[in-house]
């Protein structure tokens, strides 16, 4: 099954790409849609869900089914930025490309297609900067001017029946008050979903395996589908399985933001090479929480502190900007060691269990640790790097390994 998920993933691609072109077709030949108050809100809701979903894919096929409904070359010069061709053709090929690079992902070595994947989760970044910004004010805006206009509709005839007392009252123009309202609200709606969408970038940034990047795509890419062709159906039914994503997304927004952290200080100092030119602290360092640290949630950003009695205690604050908050690491410093990968290093119990993962930054300088914190257990290989070793020594070489620093005179 695992094979055939990086060809799933192209296909559901390839349907989300063609599907505005379909859509807009079907939408000519029918008469004028649903007219009451309540579709250009579920219609919005949807809108904002499917493109925090999967940004650059959402915004290149809302911007394309927008230019091909539109009235005529007029109604297309007036139409925003994004729903140019100059936009979302360029945008819907990089999607393809990806697709296509993702479709044939399984064959490339983890080592060559690491870099693009930290590519893509930078694109899906900018692209969720320049939707949130940009793209949203214009879907949500669009359902705030319906609602004024219903808004002044539904105070005239008060006018009409109180007399001239009233004509202030209905001359009021509470349009400013619902785009106050309601723009922000969108946006918050989308940094929601946009953050549990991410997380998936950033576990193919941990996966080695390109069929299960695939497969996670694939599923992306399906409910960004479904949301679509929910809404298209009828807006009442995308926009209630619209909800329904954005409830599940608010219950994991922790869990998507720790993992966004990470994805985002893997990806600068991959990029930036920030070990060439790092030192880590003599104590304090900043690692991410393990799985196995059970004491705070997985992937918490923060640092490990040793004390005066060699006990250690790892520092943080929830959120990244709430009250700092302080839990002992239960593992003595005689069985704690260094595990060195080939992309994320460790910090591991005696048994093997990860603690701590630490950011790129530490790579080389995994035996500088083992000297700061004292560790007994030294530097071990660890994950692909372990296999690597394994592998030359049943072949007959040596298992590379960094040197250990030398025992200081008591």
Same mark, same amino acid.
């Given at each position: 099954?695992?094979?055939?998920?990086?060809?799933?993933?192209?296909?559901?691609?390839?349907?989300?790409?063609?599907?505005?072109?379909?859509?807009?077709?079907?939408?000519?030949?029918?008469?004028?849609?649903?007219?009451?108050?309540?579709?250009?809100?579920?219609?919005?809701?949807?809108?904002?869900?499917?493109?925090?979903?999967?940004?650059?894919?959402?915004?290149?096929?809302?911007?394309?089914?927008?230019?091909?409904?539109?009235?005529? $070359?007029? /109604?297309? !010069?007036?139409?925003?930025?994004? =729903?140019?061709?100059?936009? +979302? %053709?360029?945008? &819907? #090929?990089? *999607?393809?490309?990806?697709?296509?690079?993702?479709?044939?992902?399984?064959?490339?070595?983890?080592?060559?297609?690491?870099?693009?994947?930290?590519?893509?989760?930078?694109?899906?970044?900018?692209?969720?900067?320049?939707?949130?910004?940009?793209?949203?004010?214009?879907?949500?805006?669009?359902?705030?001017?319906?609602?004024?206009?219903?808004?002044?509709?539904?105070?005239?005839?008060?006018?009409? $029946?109180? /007399?001239? !007392?009233?004509?202030?009252?209905? =001359?009021?123009?509470?349009? +400013? %008050?619902?785009? &106050? #309202?309601? *723009?922000?609200?969108?946006?918050?709606?989308?940094?929601?979903?946009?953050?549990?969408?991410?997380?998936?970038?950033?576990?193919?940034?941990?996966?080695?395996?390109?069929?299960?990047?695939?497969?996670?795509?694939?599923?992306?890419?399906?409910?960004?589908?479904?949301?679509?062709?929910?809404?298209?159906?009828?807006?009442?039914?995308?926009?209630?399985?619209?909800?329904?994503?954005?409830?599940? $997304?608010?219950?994991? !927004?922790?869990?998507?933001?720790?993992?966004?952290?990470?994805?985002?200080?893997?990806?600068?100092?991959?990029?930036?090479?920030?070990?060439?030119?790092?030192?880590?602290?003599?104590?304090?360092?900043?690692?991410?929480?393990?799985?196995?640290?059970?004491?705070?949630?997985?992937?918490?950003?923060?640092?490990?502190?040793?004390?005066?009695?060699?006990?250690?205690?790892?520092?943080?604050?929830?959120?990244?900007?709430?009250?700092?908050?302080?839990?002992?690491?239960?593992?003595?410093?005689?069985?704690? $060691?260094?595990?060195?990968?080939?992309?994320?290093?460790?910090?591991?119990?005696?048994?093997?269990?990860?603690?701590?993962?630490?950011?790129?930054?530490?790579?080389?300088?995994?035996?500088?640790?083992?000297?700061?914190?004292?560790?007994?257990?030294?530097?071990?290989?660890?994950?692909?790097?372990?296999?690597?070793?394994?592998?030359?020594?049943?072949?007959?070489?040596?298992?590379?390994?960094?040197?250990?620093?030398?025992?200081?005179?008591?």
């Amino acid at each position: 099954m695992k094979r055939f998920a990086p060809l799933l993933f192209l296909t559901v691609t390839i349907a989300v790409i063609l599907s505005p072109f379909a859509f807009a077709a079907a939408t000519a030949a029918k008469p004028a849609g649903d007219r009451s108050p309540g579709a250009p809100v579920a219609t919005a809701i949807s809108t904002v869900t499917g493109i925090a979903i999967s940004p650059l894919l959402g915004t290149a096929a809302f911007g394309a089914y927008q230019w091909l409904t539109a009235d005529g $070359a007029e /109604g297309r !010069a007036s139409l925003p930025w994004y =729903a140019q061709m100059k936009f +979302w %053709l360029p945008a &819907l #090929l990089v *999607v393809g490309a990806v697709a296509v690079k993702d479709a044939f992902g399984a064959a490339v070595p983890t080592g060559m297609k690491k870099p693009l994947d930290v590519l893509e989760t930078v694109e899906n970044k900018l692209s969720g900067l320049v939707a949130a910004g940009a793209v949203i004010p214009f879907a949500v805006g669009a359902m705030a001017k319906v609602l004024a206009d219903g808004g002044t509709a539904a105070v005239q005839p008060l006018t009409n $029946a109180s /007399g001239v !007392a009233m004509i202030q009252f209905g =001359a009021m123009d509470v349009s +400013w %008050l619902i785009n &106050l #309202l309601t *723009v922000p609200f969108g946006i918050a709606v989308f940094v929601v979903v946009w953050l549990a969408s991410h997380t998936i970038n950033v576990l193919i940034l941990l996966s080695p395996w390109g069929a299960i990047d695939g497969a996670l795509k694939a599923a992306r890419t399906g409910l960004l589908g479904l949301v679509t062709a929910a809404a298209v159906t009828d807006p009442r039914w995308g926009a209630a399985f619209s909800v329904l994503v954005i409830i599940v $997304a608010y219950f994991i !927004a922790g869990w998507s933001f720790r993992l966004t952290v990470f994805g985002t200080i893997f990806c600068w100092e991959f990029i930036t090479r920030r070990c060439r030119r790092f030192t880590p602290a003599p104590n304090g360092n900043l690692m991410f929480a393990g799985s196995n640290f059970t004491d705070v949630p997985v992937r918490t950003y923060g640092r490990l502190e040793r004390r005066d009695d060699g006990s250690f205690e790892f520092v943080y604050k929830p959120w990244l900007v709430l009250k700092v908050r302080r839990a002992p690491v239960p593992v003595e410093q005689s069985s704690f $060691a260094v595990g060195e990968g080939l992309f994320l290093s460790e910090l591991i119990a005696g048994d093997g269990r990860t603690l701590f993962v630490l950011p790129p930054r530490y790579r080389g300088h995994e035996p500088e640790l083992v000297g700061i914190y004292e560790l007994g257990g030294g530097v071990r290989d660890v994950g692909l790097r372990r296999a690597w070793s394994a592998l030359r020594e049943m072949i007959g070489g040596r298992a590379a390994r960094p040197p250990l620093p030398e025992p200081t005179a008591a």
